[in-house]
């Protein structure tokens, strides 16, 4: 069995996001890249099952679509535990032009089970996955928190409006996993940023492809409010703050 | 020049990074108060391989440079340099020795268990009467042919406890002086050793340090590392190392102290405005980043010098000498920015403080570090 973990190459959390070209694209300089927190996670859950699994499952691969620049992302992937990551070659446009990368790219090197984030930290689009197993016409779980091996089947939960869903699927199919899924993302070792230096990190060439959307515009939010601090006892004031000033009373 | 850090070495100071900020942090305070090992810590930092990241892979280490490894120290001693001298200890002066100056039987015996961290390292120069003064060791370890004999008392020992591997340093041919002073490889379930109770220190608490104690141990005679009478010089040279260690420490030391500072400058507030934005807290904290700059550079160069194969003994006296000394500065002024807040256990710039003191005393005192600079300048 093999597991394909789909890899967001993202700026890191604390990044100071700006923006150029009159607010439609991202300033990229001085950005620290990370991989997307879920992926990390999902990276980590496969790790998990590929070691407990006996030897039933043979490999975990990564994927990412990206430049040359984001190779150090998936060498972070490998040196994590992946054995192998897929580049393909292209500037990603939108979630359906990823999808279709990954798309073309899994017809002819089918996985058993694929783990995509629920979302990218950056874009927040929630997209590729659902996209991803339409284009494969393959079932797609959600909002995965759990996954579990019982021989053949794989055992999925689901963190669902007040309580949680359990499923029960064979392969292949595709899970968006998200918060639970592993407790936290692995710390490389020495060992494996020492073998990811001889792991095959395989280039493939983009399809055509157009991007469904584009950017018209970005706007930072507002920046926070200031705080005033009333004195506890002092209530009247508060009161007369929230009347007149902050007028949500 | 180029100062720019490889792929490898940004991922091994990530990796460093998140283990302190995950995992060190979170119960940092606690070990120093109760001064207990950090051996859950010790466990996972052997798997993670920083135990012997710089032995070759021929021998199960991680074939790390000396700058991967300046840069993991930074980062755990940013919270917890305590756990950090564990690493080094182990690492630049007993992993290091062995590799540098062991036979192969002893790599094959000590460096392969030492490379893997399946156990510790403990360098023991120190005397009672010889601290700063190596050349007059006291401990004797009598030649009896096939073994040596060693009686005598080592004070200050990092590791004492929590090693398995000691490398001694005792006077075999005491008429020699120091060219009579011989390293040997000592296992510390060796009947004989004793070992004082723990030393009740003011900083690095959860670091343990005691005196050993040597009641006829015998050694086999192949322990001996180098030819003989080399072991002075050994110790010499594994200090040349140790200290780029050392100057890493209380660099994390300072850059724990100064991040902290930063962003309570940011938070606090005093007369209307936050601290940053009086001239006496936003200078201060100008002299604190020039000082931390020029510690870092200093302890980078010592390492690339070291990773390229050229002379870094004095370079590395010149970054432990300064990078101690900033520490202390840049600590005792972090306390300050901190006010009443700082002198509390709870925001760790006193402990920071308090570990920054030992940088300047350990693997050779900063005015030791005065003499080694000045005698190589002044040489020719």
């Known amino acids: 069995m093999k597991i394909l973990v789909c890899i967001s190459n993202v700026p890191d959390t604390t990044t100071k996001i700006r923006f150029t070209d009159n607010d439609t694209k991202f300033d990229a300089a001085g950005v620290q890249w990370i991989i997307n927190p879920w992926d990390e996670l999902a990276l980590t859950r496969a790790l998990e099952l590929k070691e407990g699994s006996g030897g039933a499952i043979e490999k975990i691969s990564v994927i990412n679509v990206g430049s040359k620049d984001t190779e150090p992302t998936l060498r972070k992937a490998l040196a994590i535990g992946a054995d192998d990551a897929i580049r393909i070659d292209a500037e990603p446009q939108d979630a359906y032009f990823v999808a279709s990368q990954l798309a073309e790219y899994l017809k002819a090197n089918p996985f058993d089970i694929m783990l995509c984030g629920i979302d990218s930290s950056d874009y927040n689009g929630s997209l590729v996955g659902g996209m991803l197993s339409e284009l494969l016409d393959l079932p797609s779980v959600s909002s995965v928190s759990k996954i579990n091996m019982d021989g053949e089947n794989i055992i999925l939960n689901r963190e669902i409006d007040g309580g949680s869903e359990t499923l029960e ?78 007028k949500v009373i | 020049m180029n100062f720019e850090f490889t792929e490898e070495q940004q991922m091994i100071r990530q990796a460093a990074r998140d283990y302190a900020e995950r995992e060190l942090v979170k119960d940092v305070l606690e070990r120093d108060e109760k001064a207990e090992i950090p051996w859950k810590h010790i466990k996972a930092l052997k798997e993670l391989g920083f135990f012997g990241m710089m032995v070759a892979p021929e021998w199960g280490g991680g074939g790390m440079d000396t700058l991967s490894y300046v840069l993991s120290l930074e980062e755990f001693s940013k919270h917890d340099s305590a756990t950090a001298v564990i690493l080094s200890v182990h690492n630049s002066l007993v992993s290091w020795g062995v590799e540098k100056y062991g036979t192969q039987e002893q790599k094959e015996k000590y460096l392969r268990v030492l490379a893997t961290g399946e156990k510790i390292g403990a360098f023991l120069l120190s005397e009672p009467e010889a601290g700063s003064d190596a050349t007059h060791q006291r401990t004797t370890g009598e030649d009896k042919g096939d073994h040596f004999l060693i009686n005598g008392t080592k004070n200050w020992i990092t590791n004492a406890e929590c090693a398995d591997i000691y490398i001694v340093v005792v006077q075999t041919h005491p008429e020699k002086k120091h060219h ?4 040997l490889i000592v296992d510390k379930n060796t009947p004989g050793i004793s070992l ?41 040279k594994a200090l040349e190392g140790g200290r780029i260690g050392i100057a890493a420490q209380a660099l994390g030391i300072a850059a724990g102290a100064m991040e902290r500072a930063i962003q309570y400058s940011k938070e606090r507030k005093a007369f209307g405005k936050f601290i940053h934005d009086h001239q006496a807290i936003a200078f201060k904290l100008a002299d604190m980043g020039v000082k931390l700059e020029a510690a870092r550079n200093l302890t980078y160069k010592a390492a690339w010098l070291k990773d390229n194969g050229l002379s870094y003994g004095t370079m590395s006296a010149m970054a432990k000498l300064f990078a101690a000394d900033s520490a202390m500065e840049i600590t005792t002024e972090a306390v300050q920015v901190y006010g009443g807040y700082g002198y509390v256990k709870e925001y760790h710039v006193e402990r920071l403080m308090r570990e920054a003191k030992l940088t300047q005393i350990y693997e050779g005192t900063s005015e030791i570090q005065k003499i080694v600079i000045s005698r190589a300048l002044l040489k020719d």
């Open chain 1, 169 to 246: 699927t064979t392969v292949p199919f595709v899970a968006i996993v998200q918060k639970g899924i592993a407790l936290e993302p692995r710390i490389p070792s020495m060992r494996g940023i020492m073998m990811a230096r001889k792991k095959p990190l395989e280039v493939k060439p983009a399809v055509e492809t157009e991007a469904l959307t584009e950017f018209a515009g970005f706007e930072l939010p507002p920046p926070k409010a200031k705080c005033k601090m009333v004195d506890a006892e002092n209530v009247n004031e508060l009161v007369e703050l929230l009347h007149n000033e902050a």
């Open chain 2, 196 to 236: 004082a109770p723990h030393e009740d220190k003011m900083g690095m608490r959860s670091s343990d340090t005691h005196s050993v104690m040597f009641s006829d141990v015998k050694v086999p005679k192949e322990n001996r590392i180098g030819d003989d009478g080399f072991g002075f010089k050994f110790a010499m």
């Open chain 2, 180 to 183: 009579g002073i011989n390293a």
